[in-house]
């Protein structure tokens, strides 16, 4: 079991940014891949926009690529997304997840990949 903790939320303008942190307690947390996904408000069901695997390879949707930077510190058990010029869309409760091992290509950003999720952190950008 790996307990998850995101943190980092808030509210920002159009165009601001926010840098999102996900603490796991877990002492082997290099050997999971991580990743990052959103719900926004009205939708069921969760959007993978970024995800870092054991070797530090990134995958991001097109929706956040070149705005949003996933990044871990193996030695702080620690998750990072770096969000940047965010946008009203960009609206929505923000998880993270955790899997033991790599995640096979092209599942990367598929929630059904990971078995561990924090509880979520809520982002709002007004325009």
């Known amino acids: 079991q790996v307990n998850l903790v995101e943190s980092g939320g808030g509210s920002v303008q159009s165009g601001g940014s926010l840098t999102l942190s996900c603490a796991a307690d877990?002492?082997?947390?290099?050997?999971?891949?991580m990743a990052w996904f959103r719900q926004a408000p009205g939708n069921e069901g969760r959007e993978g926009i970024a995800s870092i695997n054991t070797g530090d390879g990134t995958t991001y949707a097109p929706s956040v690529k070149g705005r949003f930077t996933i990044g871990r510190d193996n030695a702080k058990n620690t998750l990072y997304l770096q969000m940047n010029a965010l946008k009203p869309e960009d609206t929505a409760i923000y998880y993270c997840?955790?899997?033991?091992?790599?995640?096979?290509?092209?599942?990367?950003?598929?929630?059904?990949?990971?078995?561990?999720w924090g509880r979520g952190t809520e982002v709002t950008v007004s325009s």
């Open positions: 877990e002492t082997t947390y290099n050997r999971y891949s």
């Open positions: 997840a955790a899997k033991r091992g790599p995640v096979p290509w092209p599942y990367e950003l598929g929630w059904k990949e990971y078995a561990f």
